[in-house]
C-alpha cells in the first residue's frame, strides 16, 4: 500500500510543477459558481419569491457553491484521458510487468491531484464566493458530518465510474467522446446544474436512484438538511452498493482487458 501512497505523493507533487495554472484554474472555477449563483438569483427574481417548492433562495445559493466544491476537485476526463493515452502508447503494457493493479494506481494518482486542486482550487474559490454571497451552515452537527462521507463516497464513486468509461476504451481502441459522454450524463443526472426537486415527475424519481445522484445532489441534500437521519443512513447504504457495482465492473473489464492484451501480444 506504501507503493500507492507514493504514487498520490507524486502526483500531488507533479502538480506543483504548474503553479502558473493556478490562478488561472480559480478565475475560471470563480466564474463558473458565479453564473450558477446568478441564473438561480434571476430564477426566484423572476417569480418573485425567495422560497420555490420549499427550497430558499440561500440554500440555492449553498447548494451551487457546494455543488462547485464537490465537483470542483474531481476531474473524471482526467482519468479517462489517462487510460486512453496509455493505451494509445502502449504503455498499459508496461504496467502489466510491474507487480501493481493498474487501476488502483490510477486512483492513487487521481487521490494526490484531488488533494491538489482541494487546496489551491477548491478552498479558495468556495471561501472567496461564500464571503461574497454568503453560505448556510450545515442544518446539523450530524448533517455536516454526513456531508464529508457522502463526499468521499462521491470521490470514489466518480473515480470508479471514470475508470469503468475508461477501460470500455480497450474494446473502442480509443477514449475519445467516452469523457464527453460521462461528463453529460453527470451535468443531467448529478443534480449540478438542477437539483432534483425542480425536476418533473418520473424523470425526477429515475434521477434519485441513479448512481450520478451520488455525486453531486445527496452530499449536498444532506448538507442542507433535505434527508432525515434515516433516509440519509438507507442513501448511504444505496450509495455503497452503486460503489460496489463499479468496482466489481472495473475490476472485470480490467481482467477481460488484460487478457486482450495478452492475446493481441502487447
Known amino acids: 500500500m ?6 498520490a505523493r507524486s502526483a500531488f507533487h507533479s502538480q506543483l510543477a504548474y503553479r ?3 490562478w488561472a484554474n480559480i478565475f475560471g472555477k470563480l466564474v463558473q459558481v458565479i453564473a450558477r449563483v446568478a441564473i438561480w438569483q434571476a430564477a426566484y427574481a423572476g417569480v418573485g419569491a425567495t422560497v420555490v417548492g420549499g427550497v430558499s433562495l440561500q440554500q440555492m445559493v449553498t447548494y451551487a457553491l457546494l455543488g462547485g466544491a464537490v465537483m470542483g476537485a474531481t476531474r473524471p476526463e482526467r482519468i479517462i484521458n489517462e487510460i486512453g493515452r496509455s493505451l494509445k502508447t502502449g504503455d498499459v503494457a508496461v504496467w502489466l510487468l510491474k507487480p501493481i493493479f493498474y487501476p488502483l494506481y490510477i486512483f492513487a494518482n487521481e487521490c494526490g491531484s484531488f488533494g491538489y486542486r482541494l487546496m489551491t482550487q477548491v478552498i479558495p474559490t468556495v471561501a472567496v464566493t461564500a464571503m461574497f454571497y454568503g453560505m ?7 448533517d455536516g458530518a454526513m456531508f464529508i462521507v457522502f463526499w468521499m463516497l462521491s470521490v470514489i464513486l466518480l473515480s470508479l465510474m471514470s475508470m469503468f468509461c475508461g477501460l470500455i476504451a480497450f474494446w473502442l481502441m480509443t477514449s475519445f467522446s467516452l469523457d464527453w459522454v460521462l461528463g453529460a ?3 443531467l443526472f448529478s443534480g449540478l446544474l438542477v437539483p432534483f426537486w425542480f425536476f418533473p415527475e418520473p424523470l425526477a424519481t429515475i434521477a434519485r ?3 450520478f445522484a451520488w455525486v453531486v445532489y445527496y452530499p449536498n441534500a444532506v448538507y442542507l438538511g433535505r434527508l432525515s437521519a434515516a433516509d440519509t443512513w438507507f442513501h448511504l447504504g444505496l450509495g455503497l452498493g452503486w460503489a460496489g457495482l463499479f468496482l466489481l465492473g472495473v475490476l472485470w473489464l480490467w481482467r477481460s482487458a488484460s487478457t486482450r492484451i495478452t492475446v493481441q501480444g502487447g
Do not use: K, M, R
Open 136 to 142: 448556510l451552515p450545515p442544518a446539523s452537527l450530524f
Open 185 to 187: 450524463l453527470l451535468q
Open 20 to 22: 502558473n495554472e493556478v
Open 209 to 211: 436512484h441513479l448512481p
Open 2 to 7: 506504501s507503493v500507492y501512497s507514493a504514487f
